[in-house]
Every structure is written in C-alpha cells, then in structure tokens.
C-alpha cells in the first residue's frame, strides 16, 4: 500500500487516467473525485463500487483505496488537507443553514454521489472553474473554497441514502424522503421511532410501515438498525474516537449497550474491529 502526501493546503488537477488499476493508496488529506468521462470500480477495504461518467466521490484523509479504469478516463481532483476542511467548515456554519459542511457530501450507506441530469452541467462549470482558479491560487484560495462549498451542496442534494442495489426499486419521492430523514437523525434515535416518523411525514403508523416494507423490502427499524451501525462501524475503524464518546454520540445508554449490539451485528466488539482483529 502506498501513503499519498500532499505538501500544499490544495491542489486541483484536471487529469487523464489510462485504462487498469491503479495501487491501493492511503492519502493523508482528503479529496473530491469528479469523473467527467470514463467508468471503472472504485474500491475502498470493504466496499466496492462501479462508477462512470457524472460520479463524484469524497474520499477522507487515510481512507485506503483504489480505482481501476475499463478505459481511458478523464478525472478532475480537488486535494486539500485537513486545515483546509476545517475553513470550509467553519464557511458553511457562517452561512446559516445555506450551505452544508464538507462531511455532508458523503452518504453513509453508498460510497459515490451520482450526479442528476439537472445539476451535472453545473457541476462541470463548477470544476472548470475551480481549475481556472487554481492558476492563481494564492490570490483565489477564498474564491475557490466558495466553489467548493457550492459543490458540497449539490453533492448532498444529489446523496443516494439506500443500498446501491436497491435504488433502481424506488419509485416513490416521499420514501426517498423518509430515507433521507433517517439518515440525518441517525445520532437522534428519539427522532427515528416509527411513530415519530410517522408523524414527520403526516402518515399513519400503519401506512409507512406498509410503504416502507414495499419499497425497501425492509421494516423502518431494521433500516434504522442497519445504517446506524454501518455509520458507527466506520467510526470506529477511521476515527480516534473513544468507544465511549462513540456510544453517547449515537444514543446508546453506555458503552455496554454499544459493545453488546456491536458484537451482536458485526460478529466481534469495536476493540477488535479497531485492532482489526
């Protein structure tokens, strides 16, 4: 495996990637991943995914990973390190609701955001723009980080909250709704009881039990169950986070409580999956 550094704060490139794989890297900064033409697999360590033209990814400071090209490819990057999403950050929560932070361009359950029709031609102006400021960075850099703030906003917009085999399944607009609403409130269990839900979206107990099951071939809960412990899986093996700090973040009573359900769904508790065990 090869550890990618980055010396400067930003670096935005515009690139053509041959066909093949490429080696497992861990960077240590994070990055914007747009393919504007081309398609491949992208693979992380325990997840792998198809993408192609009008797909982006976020990928975070030390998450391992690959791509493999199935022909030549045009791939625009944004590189920056960690100071630099900590200003894009800070930007967003000035904006009052206006804008999201750079964390929300990722969806917990999928590991790319396809870009809709309706916003792909803003995202390549987007890009190309950014590409065109970053020829005179040093006098750009405020400019270029509101690019990349309207970037993270579509990308969050146009965020996948379901298994990437089961989205072809939905049809309907209020249960990619529901999804979405799971997804935000995952460290508010009180918020994502069926009758609150329920509640949210002026239906019946009995009505988005019925619509959910149709749509997902789950139960609102077992959705609930299975994307808060996805989230909380990469927390454990990608962050320092405290075992602790982890179980009070997404509403369990205790460590305990967090221990007993991990090793319940994952087979072995948060230490051994931190050690890799």
């Known amino acids: 495996m090869k550890i990618e550094k980055l010396a400067s704060s930003l670096l935005i490139e515009k690139q053509i990637k041959p066909s093949g794989e490429s080696p497992l890297i861990k960077p240590d900064f994070h990055q914007f991943i747009f393919i504007l033409s081309g398609q491949g697999t992208y693979t992380t360590q325990n997840n792998r995914t198809t993408f192609c033209s009008g797909d982006i990814f976020l990928i975070r400071k030390d998450e391992e990973h690959s791509f493999s090209f199935d022909k030549e490819s045009i791939v625009y990057t944004i590189k920056f390190q960690e100071s630099t999403r900590r200003k894009l950050k800070e930007a967003s ?13 990722k969806s917990p359950i999928n590991l790319k955001a396809s870009i809709s029709s309706v916003d792909l031609e803003s995202v390549q102006l987007l890009f190309d723009f ?4 970053s020829k ?36 309907k607009d209020d249960i990619k709704s529901i999804l979405k609403h799971i997804q935000k409130n995952l460290k508010d269990p009180a918020k994502l009881s069926l009758k609150n839900i329920a509640a949210e979206f002026n239906m019946s107990v009995t009505k988005l039990s019925s619509l959910f099951k149709k749509e997902t071939g789950l139960t609102v809960k077992n959705f609930v169950d299975s994307s808060r412990m996805t989230v909380i899986e990469g927390q454990v093996k990608n962050s320092d986070a405290s075992f602790s700090e982890i179980a009070f973040e997404y509403g369990f009573s205790d460590e305990s409580h967090l221990n007993k ?11 051994d999956w931190r050690r890799g065990k």
Not at 93 to 105: E, N, R, Y
Not at 152 to 158: D, G, P, T
Request: aromatic residues 6%.
């Open 261 to 271: 359900t991990f090793k319940k769904h994952f087979g072995k508790s948060p230490s």
């Open 93 to 105: 929560t000035s904006l009052k609701g206006l804008s999201v932070p750079p964390q929300k361009a």
């Open 136 to 171: 005179e960075q040093s006098i750009n850099e405020q400019l270029i980080y509101l690019q990349m703030i309207s970037l993270v906003s579509i990308m969050e917009r146009n965020l996948s909250y379901v298994p990437a085999m089961k989205q072809r399944m939905l049809k």
């Open 130 to 133: 950014i590409v065109h400021l």
